[in-house]
């Protein structure tokens, strides 16, 4: 293979484990299980091989419901994320290892002890994903409910990251131990950090919001915003409008990384990738979920419907509980309009209604196509990166690394090997304040 010259933009790219949502085709032969410690391997070892930059963990603090019963579509039994990767990093050597973990259901010290061990683990390569819930529901699984108002969520949230990296900076980079303190408006502790400085000086923090809050959040704290913005348009927007705020935090546009999630579906010729990404499509919204994502919409009971059959005449029903543990979309009538005028314009069922209006695939066509628009993307700040979500558990990934990141390389868009040991390294972000020379030594 001739490997040409790096251009001046690398792609970065990491690989999120499927489930806990209508992304995976459960129903597949090749489709294994989504709590069996081998499935995780496989697919973080895939992506190793394929030189990304992190593997990828969502979480799910309760199983969700719809009209009182579990979710269909969420995954009973998913062990938790920071153990997993605990594991993971006996059996990888380089890649990084993201777990997500709430920010409302949990405290500064021992999150931050448990963070800062997966890093000494792994020699430097963890990173969390801070999430944040208003819910309720999920909040009756804790002691003090949980229950945050939206607009304090992300104030915690915020001071709960401080406060984490106040935990983690306790420890000087020679090994001197200093007593902390931290008097603030969610959080008054004091005392002794036990775990020394670790070899990244703070794991890297992804955020996943893209409400204004989340991104204002993502300005201020983050390294790495998970985003959601499919096509190049909306992702050059999205790129503006985050990069411009790091100015104010004093940041440089390079010490945030925009990696939007993104699915491939690949073929010999693209006829063939359009095939084939239609029919995973038919797999993913199976008539029972059709009808599923109607009431999760509409806010009620839609069982009598066919699925071939035309959409009700009514509205959503507003403040509806039919769906416990998901937050509804946005604006369910103006929603509920665009998918009743796109039936009526293109002749749809729902199902093919939601097919149509819900394609999660973001990338379709051959390997050299899907490579040149990968590319694309970064050259024209879209994106800095892509975190890949298969359809497929564990071996979804197997294709894209064997088949388009050879050509990723050729063109020089993305690494031939790993040049660093930890994350950051390979994310091109800055280390804190004082990294060199960690040592074990603590100060008496």
């Known amino acids: 293979m001739t490997v040409r010259r790096p251009s001046r933009r690398q792609i970065h790219l990491a690989a999120h484990f499927p489930g806990v949502n209508s992304t995976t085709v459960w129903a597949d032969p090749r489709s294994r299980s989504q709590i069996a410690f081998s499935s995780f391997e496989h697919l973080a070892r895939t992506a190793e091989r394929g030189l990304f930059d992190f593997f990828f963990l969502a979480e799910g603090l309760r199983l969700r419901e719809h009209k009182g019963r579990i979710h269909d579509l969420d995954v009973v039994g998913r062990p938790e994320s920071l153990t997993v990767l605990n594991a993971l990093a006996a059996v990888t050597s380089r890649i990084g290892l993201a777990a997500t973990v709430n920010a409302t259901f949990n405290e500064p010290y021992e999150l931050a002890r448990r963070l800062a061990t997966l890093d000494h683990l792994s020699g430097g390569r963890a990173a969390w994903n801070v999430v944040t819930s208003s819910d309720a529901f999920t909040g009756e699984n804790f002691r003090r409910g949980g229950y945050l108002d939206r607009a304090d969520r992300y104030t915690r949230a915020a001071e709960f990251v401080a406060v984490a990296r106040e935990l983690w900076d306790s420890w000087t980079p020679d090994g001197l131990s200093r007593p902390f303190a931290h008097r603030g408006q969610h959080f008054d502790i004091a005392g002794e950090f036990t775990v020394p400085r670790s070899p990244q000086g703070h794991p890297v923090v992804i955020q996943a919001g893209d409400s204004e809050e989340g991104r204002e959040f993502a300005a201020r704290t983050a390294d790495v915003i998970f985003a959601r913005h499919g096509t190049l348009e909306d992702g050059r927007a999205f790129y503006a409008d985050v990069k411009g705020r790091l100015a104010k935090y004093g940041r440089s546009a390079d010490d945030l990384k925009i990696m939007p999630g993104v699915s491939v579906v690949l073929g010999d010729t693209a006829a063939e990738a359009q095939e084939r990404a239609a029919e995973i499509r038919r ?40 769906t416990q543990g998901r937050t509804r979309r946005g604006d369910t009538v103006a929603m509920a309009e665009k998918w009743r005028a796109l039936s009526r314009e293109k002749g749809l069922s729902i199902r093919q209604t939601v097919i149509e209006a819900s394609g999660r695939q973001s990338f379709i066509g051959t390997p050299e196509a899907v490579a040149a628009e990968l590319e694309t993307f970064v050259r024209q700040d879209a994106a800095d990166g892509f975190i890949l979500v298969p359809h497929l558990t564990p071996g979804g990934l197997d294709e894209f690394v064997d088949r388009v990141v050879p050509l990723l390389q050729e063109r020089g868009a993305f690494r031939t090997e790993y040049r660093g040991t930890t994350l950051r390294s390979h994310l091109g972000l800055p280390d804190p304040a004082g990294r060199e020379g960690v040592t074990t030594r603590r100060q008496d």
């Open 283 to 322: 797999q993913q919204v199976s008539p029972q979920n059709a009808i599923l994502a109607l009431e999760q919409i509409w806010g009620e009971d839609l069982s009598s419907y066919d699925p071939d059959g035309p959409f009700p005449d009514s509205d959503p029903v507003p403040e509806s509980s039919i």
